[in-house]
């Protein structure tokens, strides 16, 4: 409002208010602070807003939509996230796969990323192209355009093949079967079923 605040000379509307009738989108809502997490919570069950400075509340009517890079039923066991919160939020799910799960993308994003540096673009190599789709990329699409950013920076116009890339710096050095591989280490171990072998009668008796 205006006048709460030193310089606050008018009175303008926060971004939950201007979502008012279309969606907000919070993008890593993961790494929101506790004390945040609450303020969120009390919006999303009153669905009311104040100003800073205000006294009276204003109704906003929005539809929420959020991003994380973080597993937030870890955080909500752990209690870095707040299990209320966690359930007004999660109502639909959709998980975006990662790169190294989609990558017949990556052509087309090689493309894609690669037209920003205009007539001197790079090109990337069959071979290139090939190599790139497979490795593990735990950076996602953010360090394929690191990548490819790079490359139009330093080798402008020229055609990128595999040698050139697998000297990049930020060039990721983790095989797709290695990320699998690490992946399957990390989940937990379930027991095949199956028929239990009889008990030997001998050695029971024992």
């Known amino acids: 409002e205006k006048g709460a605040f030193t310089g606050a000379v008018k009175t303008t509307p926060g971004k939950i208010e201007m979502a008012n009738g279309g969606t907000l989108f919070l993008d890593e809502v993961g790494d929101i602070p506790l004390p945040l997490q609450v303020k969120l919570l009390r919006f999303l069950q ?3 807003i104040e100003r800073i400075g205000g006294r009276s509340p204003i ?3 929005t539809r929420i939509v959020c991003a994380t890079h973080q597993n937030l039923d870890d955080m909500t066991a752990k209690g870095s996230f707040r299990e209320d919160l966690y359930y007004r939020l999660n109502v639909v799910e959709a998980r975006l796969p990662t790169l190294a799960e ?5 052509p087309l994003l090689l493309e894609h ?3 920003a540096g205009g007539a001197r673009r790079v090109h990337f190599s069959a071979s290139a192209t090939r190599y ?3 490795l593990g990329w735990r950076g996602n699409v953010r360090e394929l355009r690191n990548l490819v950013d790079r ?7 020229q055609v990128i093949d595999q040698a050139l890339v697998e000297q990049h710096p930020r060039a990721p050095q983790q095989t797709l079967k290695q990320h699998e591989r690490q992946r399957a280490e990390a989940e937990p171990e379930v027991p095949a079923s199956g028929p239990v072998p009889p008990r030997d009668d001998a050695e029971h008796d024992r």
């Open 151 to 157: 490359a139009n920076a330093l080798h402008a116009g």
């Open 132 to 134: 790139l789709t497979t």
């Open 113 to 115: 990323f690669a037209a």
């Open 59 to 61: 109704a906003v009517d």
């Open 102 to 106: 989609r990558c017949d993308d990556i």
């Open 46 to 48: 009153e669905r009311v």
